[in-house]
């Protein structure tokens, strides 16, 4: 069964609005971590965001805020102002337990944003 | 901040040799590091999870004599892609892991393999 789930292969947003990104997830471990990356065409993975299973505030970052709604299990991401520079995929991911040694990431199967000047 | 280096960036090689792609943690020790393969406009896929001084533990369906993995060092990982062949060319790229920290998966640039 598919452990993270987004439903949009692409998207497409005009420069200066915001876009909200879908990304869902499934997990019975009470202790997880979710994270946005992006990835542009030359494939580097760029962290955005992260929230905690426990943390009781939506994460923020500059211009990327989390919409974490955690009853109903989804992370989405929210882009504010959009730049031509954000067109690239977008990939959710998630990792199970409380911390990063040992425990791997889960990605989603990616959103592919684009731009519109 | 936390950097990781990955070489080659792109490869090209002939069917039938072997290929060897490092991941190295420059500013920190990666006691876990990731490899995950990318096939276009797809996601990562996970091979395998590396920890340092032990055996690599591979996903299933992943073959452990074709993807041979190495952590020899806090700060560095190998895979070797054996008798590669056109089904093997990907979009490969590893993750670093510091325990500190829940942003600490850091991720190398990734290594184009075309085998011809």
């Known amino acids: 069964a598919q452990k993270i789930t987004q439903t949009q292969p692409g998207m497409f947003v005009q420069e200066k609005e915001a876009v909200t990104l879908d990304c869902t997830y499934d997990t019975s471990d009470p202790s997880y971590g979710l994270f946005w990356y992006k990835q542009p065409s030359s494939g580097e993975m760029i962290f955005l965001i992260y929230?905690?299973?426990?943390?009781?505030q939506n994460a923020t970052e500059g211009r990327y805020s989390l919409n974490f709604q955690k009853a109903r299990k989804s992370a989405n991401l929210v882009i504010s102002a959009s730049q031509l520079g954000d067109s690239a995929m977008y990939f959710c991911?998630?990792?199970?337990?409380?911390?990063?040694?040992?425990?791997?990431?889960?990605f989603g199967g990616g959103t592919r944003l684009m731009v519109k000047p | 901040g936390a950097v990781v280096s990955q070489h080659p960036s792109w490869v090209i090689c002939k069917s039938g040799t072997s290929v060897k792609i490092e991941c190295r943690s420059l500013d920190f020790q990666a006691t876990t590091m990731f490899w995950y393969r990318q096939f276009p406009k797809q996601s990562l896929m996970l091979m395998a999870t590396?920890?340092?001084?032990?055996?690599?533990?591979?996903e299933q369906g992943v073959e452990k004599d074709k993807f041979l993995i190495n952590h020899a060092s806090l700060t560095l990982s190998t895979l070797t892609v054996t008798s590669a062949h056109p089904e093997d060319s990907s979009f490969y790229i590893c993750?670093?892991?510091?325990?500190?920290?829940?942003?600490?998966?850091?991720f190398g640039s990734g290594t184009r393999l075309t085998v011809v």
């Open positions: 993750s670093a892991v510091r325990d500190r920290g829940n942003y600490g998966y850091t």
């Open positions: 590396s920890n340092e001084g032990s055996k690599a533990t591979y």
């Open positions: 991911a998630m990792r199970e337990g409380l911390n990063n040694a040992g425990n791997m990431l889960t």
């Open positions: 929230q905690g299973s426990y943390d009781q």
